[in-house]
Structures are given as structure tokens and as C-alpha cells.
């Protein structure tokens, strides 16, 4: 049973609009949730997280929303630029330093 | 953050056979993960890794199909014994640096059995 869902495997979104990557959980003893992105034959790089005390965090053109009713997060990304094609992969962590990973969304920038 | 290595970056074997894949962080770490990626799938988490004991392994994964070394602080091996064509994957480690819940990984090493 997946705990962390990314219910779209891929999104095309044009240069200069905002992508959009959504994300839901099932566990609600999740108390920390990431996002990573991912190139072609690099491992997962690190992008933005935010605590279940938060509902929203931001880095620069990186947005993450949570709503914690709804077992729900996003990813914002405005405005979106070329280099942001890759996968994104949403995780949640329950203080066990174990990290529950999505099965990732494609992302496509187009010109 | 941590620079992480993986050897080798990708390789293809004959099923029956056996790989050993290294981790060698820049820095000294207490925690270390492998993980697998199978095609379309998520990262699975196979084992923790601690140095100065046994690592612990999840659900669905076992010692004797993936041993784990921890000689130390900065590396860590794992092998892939007696690999079939469903051990087709890519298999990164992580580390944490103890600050936070982020994780940072290696490149992955990618296996094909054959």
C-alpha cells in the first residue's frame, strides 16, 4: 500500500508559467514532508521541506504547500524555467529517519 | 550537504552472479541508506546502515540477498548475490547528516541482469 502518492506521472507546463506537482499521503503520523528532484543518471537532489507545523514554505521560485486536513501537498514552481525538466519525487518522513518515497512526476518544461 | 560517490555507475551481469557496489561520502556520517529503484517505481528503502552494527533491513529485503559492510564512518558496500533479471535496478545510497530529515544521495549505480 503506497503512503505517498503522485497521482500524475507527468506534467508539460510552458516556460514562464508555474508548475503545479501535487502530492498525497495516507499516514498521518507523518510529521515532515520533501521534495526532490531528479535528472538522468544523477541521484536525487534535495529541493525544499516543510514540518507539519507549517502550512507553507518558500525558497526562491520553490513553493511548498501543506494541508494537513487533507493529507495533501504541493510544489510550486514560478515562474518555470528549462532547467526545472526533470522528476520530482515527494517524500514524508515520520521521525524514524526513514524517508517514504513517491513514485515521481515527470515534469516538462516547454518553450 | 555531502559529496557522495558511488562505484561502479552502471554495470550488466549475468544472473547467478553477484555485484558489489561502494559508497564513499566526503564527510564522516552516522547514518547511511540504500535504497532501490526499480523502472517507473519509487525509491525503496532497502537498509540502514550504521557503523559499529548490523544494518537493519526492510520488509521484503533480507541479508543473505543484500549484504551491507560498514568498515567506517565515510563508506559503505552493497552487494547484489546470486542477481536474477527482476534485481534490474538502480541502486543509490543516502546519508544523513543528522541536522535535519533530508537525505542526500549518491549518483546510483545502474544494474542490468541479464
Known amino acids: 500500500d503506497q503512503q505517498v502518492k503522485q497521482n500524475s506521472p507527468s506534467l508539460s507546463v510552458q516556460e514562464g508559467r508555474i508548475s503545479i506537482l501535487n502530492c498525497d499521503y495516507t499516514n498521518s503520523m507523518f510529521d515532515y514532508f520533501l521534495w526532490y528532484k531528479k535528472y538522468p543518471a544523477e541521484g536525487p537532489t534535495f529541493l525544499i521541506s516543510i514540518s507539519s507545523i507549517k502550512d507553507k514554505n518558500e525558497d526562491g521560485r520553490f513553493t511548498v504547500f501543506l494541508n494537513k486536513s487533507a493529507k495533501h501537498l504541493s510544489l510550486h514552481i514560478v515562474p518555470s524555467q528549462p532547467g526545472d525538466s526533470a522528476v520530482y519525487f515527494c517524500?514524508?518522513?515520520?521521525?524514524?529517519?526513514?524517508?517514504?518515497f513517491g513514485k515521481g512526476t515527470r515534469l516538462h518544461i516547454l518553450p | 550537504s555531502a559529496v557522495i560517490s558511488q562505484k561502479p555507475s552502471r554495470d550488466i551481469c549475468q544472473r547467478g552472479t553477484s555485484l558489489t557496489i561502494q559508497c564513499q561520502v566526503d564527510?564522516?556520517?552516522?547514518?547511511m541508506f540504500w535504497y532501490r529503484q526499480q523502472p517507473g517505481q519509487s525509491l525503496t528503502l532497502i537498509a540502514t546502515?550504521?557503523?559499529?552494527?548490523?544494518?537493519?533491513?526492510e520488509s521484503g529485503f533480507v541479508i543473505d540477498k543484500f549484504p551491507i559492510s560498514r568498515p567506517n564512518l565515510t563508506f559503505s558496500t552493497l552487494t547484489v548475490s546470486n542477481m536474477s533479471p527482476e534485481d534490474s535496478s538502480i541502486y543509490l545510497c543516502?546519508?544523513?547528516?543528522?541536522?535535519?530529515?533530508?537525505?542526500?544521495f549518491g549518483p546510483g549505480t545502474r544494474l542490468t541482469v541479464t
Open positions: 543516502s546519508v544523513d547528516l543528522g541536522q535535519s530529515y533530508e537525505q542526500y
Open positions: 564527510s564522516q556520517v552516522t547514518m
Open positions: 546502515a550504521n557503523q559499529g552494527s548490523e544494518a537493519t533491513y
Open positions: 517524500a514524508a518522513s515520520d521521525r524514524d529517519d526513514k524517508i517514504i
